[in-house]
């Protein structure tokens, strides 16, 4: 059986993603399934409407795009007006951004489309594949270093030349998820001298590995899933004296603690910024939800007495052709489970990766998380 599948284009400004690639569409067509683009859905990541003639078709116009589809994939939330031109029983899968304005995500659903958030996919070792957070993470956490190092007037390798020797940057990764070991393991590359600091002392293993210090305050903050959680006063008191410290002596810092679904933990004071060396750099990835940094405003770049803090948004869209490539291998991974082998789409309610990302079935809202919303 085909099932018709759409590529949405994005709309948000600055946004130059797209939910599949051609060759993964290209599997998709292989399978025997439609694939149809938005006219003009991946010119921005690379992929112009020319490159698909092998993998998809491309829609006559956007009017015409939703006709029929079973299933809508989008990078970002669908604009109320796609979602409302969609057929009763379209499965949409994206990042939907559940957490923001969700009536309007509980209006489509009452009309019957089923909608699955990619943010909510379960952090098991089933669902790696399908993990959106994670892959997106990755190109955030190299992109931070390369912001890094344009804003900063020192080079990050230590070198040896006939004028002298140039000591290399010390930088600091506050958060060791999977953007700050990759911020971690780009700026080491570089040459950098790199300290990093979590308040899950079960990061310390994968920090070292990559050559790194371990920043230690002899706490442990780890929640269920992997995340941490919020800190107690006293624990904050305790990082927040053993940060400052090395925050004073360095040259880079790249911030990256996040919390879903809560506004960005503070942990940089102006206190701690004041401290630092004129010169310094703060590239805060958290910027989109309130940023690590007291200091930080979201797509500028602050000069505080000589520190600059940067807060640029959406980092993955930087690097749009392999954060795409990433993502639509995250999608392709999540409808091996939707669609069954007879080729027929299949909600499976008992599957807990399923469970774990599904927001509404059939006219109502599932996710126990957002039941009462």
Not at 210 to 237: N, P
Not at 294 to 311: A, K, N, P, S, W
Request: hydrophobic residues 45%; proline residues 5%.
């Amino acid at each position: 059986m085909s099932i018709r599948i759409g590529v949405n284009k994005e709309i948000v400004s600055g946004e130059r993603r797209v939910a599949l690639d051609p060759p993964t569409a290209a599997k998709l067509r292989g399978a025997g399934h439609e694939v149809v683009l938005e006219p003009g859905a991946g010119t921005l990541a690379g992929h112009p409407d020319s490159v698909w003639s092998d993998a998809a078709t491309v829609a006559s116009s956007s009017d015409a795009f939703s006709d029929g589809l079973d299933v809508l994939l989008t990078v970002r939330r669908p604009t109320t007006e796609r979602l409302a031109a969609l057929p009763s029983g379209c499965i949409v899968i994206g990042q939907l951004e559940p957490y923001r304005d969700f009536g309007e995500l509980k209006q489509a659903a009452g009309r019957g489309i089923q909608l699955v958030s990619m943010e909510l996919v379960p952090r098991i070792t089933r669902a790696q594949a399908m993990d959106v957070l994670s892959s997106q993470a990755t190109v955030a956490g190299y992109q931070a270093v390369i912001i890094a190092a344009d804003r900063s007037p020192r080079l990050f390798p230590m070198l040896t030349t006939a004028a002298g020797t140039l000591r290399p940057a010390k930088v600091v990764v506050i958060g060791a998820g999977v953007a700050g070991l990759q911020a971690i393991a780009t700026a080491r590359r570089l040459g950098a001298q790199v300290e990093a600091y979590d308040i899950r002392a079960a990061a310390r293993e994968q920090v070292e590995s990559l050559g790194a210090k371990m920043i230690d305050t002899g706490g442990d903050a780890e929640s269920a899933g992997g995340y941490a959680r919020e800190l107690t006063d006293d624990e904050r008191a305790a990082q927040a004296e053993a940060l400052a410290r090395h925050l004073a002596k360095a040259d880079i810092v790249i911030s990256t603690a996040a919390i879903p679904g809560r506004p960005a933990p503070k942990i940089i004071t102006r206190g701690m910024v004041e401290t630092m060396r004129p010169g310094s750099v703060i590239v805060d990835i958290a910027a989109e939800t309130g940023g690590n940094c007291e200091l930080t405003r979201l797509g500028e770049t602050v000069d505080h007495g000589g520190v600059l803090i940067d807060g640029p948004g959406n980092l993955p869209s930087r690097a749009a052709l392999h954060a795409s490539e990433m993502y639509a291998r995250n999608i392709h991974s999540l409808l091996s489970l939707l669609i069954d082998e007879e080729g027929k789409l299949q909600i499976n309610l008992e599957d807990e990766v399923i469970a774990g990302c599904l927001i509404s079935h059939e006219g109502e809202i599932v996710h126990e998380r957002f039941k009462d919303v």
